[in-house]
Structures are given as C-alpha cells and as structure tokens.
C-alpha cells in the first residue's frame, strides 16, 4: 500500500514518504522500533481496516522497487493498533479482491461499527459527495429510504466495506431506488432521461416528474437508480488502490439508460471528514436523520 495513519483513531490518510513520515513521527517510538535482528524499523496503522502495517524501503529501498510501501503484520505492532484478522483479510491493500455483495462480516464490532459510526457523524458529507459524483440531489424522504435499505441488507458488515470507502458502499447497498421528483444537475443525464423516457418530465427547479402526453394526460412511468458492479485493483509495484463502482439508471424492461463509472476519491472523503466545523458547511440535519435510522445499531452490540 502506499498510505498509511498514525494511530487507529484517526481518520486521514497520507502518502508514505520518507519526509512525510518523519515529519508526523519525529522519529519517535512507537512507530520507529528496533526488531529482533537490532534493525531500525518503521510502523503506522492501516487506513482501510486499522490494523498494523510496517512501513517497508522507507530508506534503503528492495530489489526492483521504486518506492517505499507499506505491508501488513502477521504479528506484532499491538503498541500501535490492535490486529484484526478479519478485518485484515478483507482489506483491499492486503489482498484485493472481488466481493460479493452478500458477503459479509460476523459481528457488528471493530472494524464494522467504526464503519457505522462513521457514516451517521459524517452522513451529510456523505451525501454531498454522492450527490456531487451522481448529478442528482436527493430528496429528504430518499435519503431515509436508503437508509432503511443499507440497514436491512447490513452494509456495514459487507466484507468490501472499509474506512476509505464509506461514502460509496453506503450508495451500493441501497438496492434500486425511484427517482421520481428527484433533482437532476448533471446535462447528460437529463439529456438521457428527456430521450429515453417521453413520459417524463423536468420541473423549472430540475425535479424529474410526470410529463405530459400530446393529448394532454399523464404517463405513467419508472425510473430506477443502482449502484452495481464494485470493483477494487491494486497496481502491484506501489500498491496504490483503486476501486470502482457503476451507476445505474434504468426504466421499464430492465433497459439501461444511463450508465456511468465512479472512481472512488478516497483522498478527498478522508480530506472532507477531517475539515473542521468552523470551515466547513455542515448539515446537522442529515446527521440526524442516518442517527434516527441507524444509530439504534450502535446500542445494540
């Protein structure tokens, strides 16, 4: 991998770096350690699934390596973070992988529940970033309904799910959901729906609603939103993650009308997350509003 934390409880991330990482150790224990053989070695926590990880070539770099990266322990670093083997075998940095979107974790503890918490503190951020990469902005009642949707389906326990992705596998696990009187920015996209489907209709303000027919009444339509196809890749000289998922949109028929990749931004969710409220835009709303649908989960362990 190529980024790394500090400790657990943080919520960024960082390049590695032999600048970077002097400058947020000073150099100090717990993160420069002597091993067994009396070599100088370097440790941070992992990003995505909080476990420890050595920091590898930071200054005397392998073979065939162009920079340093960071590797996750079997063993030691409990000084640092607590490992968490499950956590760890379904971190992308320690072995990427295709999951499937009923896989999921045991126990509502760890790894997941910081995943849950995190999502209802930061749940306006959420939004603003998924409706920033959609092109939509969804309304009140929406939200609630994918919200319910991610609870019943427990997608903070998919094994895809992660620190870094929050914000899109919330959007992947609600299923499909009607964008009928939803509010569309994106120009392609309402380029497609006043193409595809003649039975509706765009308000002054942007809302997709019941057009009307040249004898005046009005159609009957559907148009449905998923999120499909999660991908996650690992370049294998550095590590750096990439991870993708398909927006969808759909009308009768299953017959797609619109669809579009979204690369997950990690750096800019963690970025967005750690700005503080004094300069931020906040909408304690929407935070109330994941706590009202979720945050009984958190009282239940």
């Known amino acids: 991998m190529d980024v790394y934390k500090l400790r657990p409880e943080e919520t960024g991330q960082r390049t590695i770096s032999k600048t970077q990482f002097e400058a947020d150790t000073l150099c100090k224990s717990p993160w420069y350690q002597f091993n067994r053989q009396g070599k100088k070695v370097q440790f941070a926590v992992c990003p995505a699934c909080d476990n420890p990880i050595q920091i590898i070539g930071l200054y005397h770099l392998p073979a065939r390596v162009s920079r340093p990266f960071g590797k996750h322990l079997a063993t030691g670093g409990e000084d640092l973070a607590p490992h968490d083997p499950e956590a760890r075998e379904n971190c992308p940095f320690f072995k990427p992988r295709r999951h499937q979107k009923t896989d999921r974790k045991r126990r509502l503890d760890g790894l997941p529940l910081k995943i849950l918490q995190t999502l ?3 749940f306006d951020r959420v939004v603003y970033l998924i409706q920033k990469e959609t092109g939509l902005v969804f309304s009140t ?3 609630g309904k994918m919200l319910d949707t991610y609870r019943a389906e427990k997608g903070y326990l998919y094994t895809g799910a992660t620190l870094t992705n929050i914000p899109w596998v919330f959007a992947y696990m609600t299923d499909s959901q009607p964008l009928f009187m939803q509010k569309v920015t994106s120009e392609a996209l309402r380029n497609a729906v006043r193409s595809h489907v003649p039975a509706a209709g765009i308000t002054d303000d942007g809302r997709i609603s019941r057009g009307s027919a040249p004898d005046g009444r009005k ?14 890749k ?12 398909d927006m969808v949109i759909s009308i009768e028929n299953q017959q797609v009308i619109y669809r579009k990749e979204i ?5 800019y969710f963690q970025s967005l997350i750690q700005l503080p409220d004094a300069r931020s835009s906040r909408r304690p709303a929407l935070v109330d509003l994941a706590r009202e649908h979720l945050g009984h989960l958190c009282d239940m362990r």
Do not use: P
């Open 120 to 122: 209802i503190t930061q």
């Open 141 to 143: 009642a929406m939200l």
């Open 219 to 232: 159609r009957f339509f559907t148009l449905d939103l998923c999120f499909i196809k999660h991908q996650i």
């Open 234 to 245: 690992r370049d294998g000289e550095d590590g750096t993650l990439t991870e993708t998922m």
């Open 263 to 267: 690369v997950f931004n990690h750096d």
